[in-house]
């Protein structure tokens, strides 16, 4: 999963990328993502370390991919093009270190996340056969049809999967892999009696609100048919809220969906082990 949802973020920055330059990405960005929760001792040898000395040369790698693209003029539709064509306020253009930042942050953002989820509808079909059978209900007549007439899986059929769009709404809101964000006050603010000062930390915890059955009746059964009626506002956000809410949400959206056909309608899946 996570190799997928590494292709997808590539991809989705990129466009098309050199094999060499996807190669070498990948090989740092692994590198990275292991050390990312170490002990932060910096002595050879540790993932620590091994960490910081991968993010350099994540750096030279994306440093070189932004020259040539420069040299190219490639105006292309992609983040890294957003990002190589956008100016501040004062009509600056990006350093390339803070285009090279954003590009890992993307990266970072969008692949585990991406990746815990998809993980979690394996779980969650497999735990529920009735349901599977309902999505490969759903599922395999599209693949027949797309079989038939020797074809892709359509922008167009994603949009009617609604056994499996409410699958995946329900696991993230069962799983709710970001359990909570950081805000800041940014004024005293009064709360049902309490007063949260200017410049406290506030956590909204996703998770509780997900699992609260003020909002979800029996909050821990995995029941995709809640979301035949929509949720209260602000009672389901899994990609967050307001202006720093997720920029991925209907990218990742697709990406489980199209998953999710394919682990369906070609394979079938067992736990093994204790
Ligand atoms: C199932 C997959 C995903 C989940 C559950 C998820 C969830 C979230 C959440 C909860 C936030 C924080 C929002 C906040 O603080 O209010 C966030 C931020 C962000 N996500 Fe995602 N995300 C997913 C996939 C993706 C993908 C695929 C991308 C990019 C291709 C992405 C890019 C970002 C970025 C750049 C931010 C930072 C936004 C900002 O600070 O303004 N995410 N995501």
Request: contains cysteine.
């Amino acid at each position: 999963m996570k190799k997928l949802s590494f292709e997808v973020g590539i991809l989705t920055i990129f466009g098309h990328l050199k094999d060499n330059y996807r190669g070498e990405l990948k090989k740092n960005y692994l590198i990275v993502d292991k050390g990312y929760n170490s002990f932060p001792t910096n002595i050879p040898g540790t993932l620590y370390k091994k960490a910081l000395q991968a993010r350099k040369r994540l750096n030279e790698i994306l440093s070189d991919i932004i020259r040539e693209r420069k040299e190219q003029r490639l105006k292309k539709k992609d983040l890294s093009g957003c990002l190589l064509n956008s100016r501040d306020d004062k009509g600056e253009v990006l350093s390339d270190d803070k285009i090279a930042d954003n590009i890992i942050g993307v990266l970072f953002a969008a692949q585990d996340t991406t990746a815990s989820v998809m993980t979690w509808i394996v779980k969650y079909l497999h735990d529920n056969p009735k349901l599977l059978e309902a999505v490969k209900a759903e599922q395999k007549p599209i693949r027949k049809l797309n079989e038939e007439g020797n074809q892709h899986l359509s922008w167009t059929q994603t949009r009617n999967m609604p056994v499996t769009y409410k699958v995946i709404l329900e696991s993230l809101r069962m799983a709710s892999i970001i359990s909570f964000t950081f805000r800041e006050a940014v004024a005293d603010v009064e709360y049902k009696g309490y007063l949260i000062p200017k410049g406290w930390k506030v956590l909204p915890l996703f998770r509780n609100i997900h699992h609260s059955p003020e909002f979800f009746t029996d909050p821990q059964k995995f029941d995709p048919s809640r979301f035949e009626v929509a949720p209260k506002p602000n009672t389901f956000m899994p990609f967050g809220n307001g202006v720093h809410a997720c920029p991925g949400n209907e990218l990742a959206k697709l990406e489980m969906l199209v998953m999710t056909h394919h682990l369906v309608s070609k394979f079938r899946w067992e736990v093994i082990g204790p």
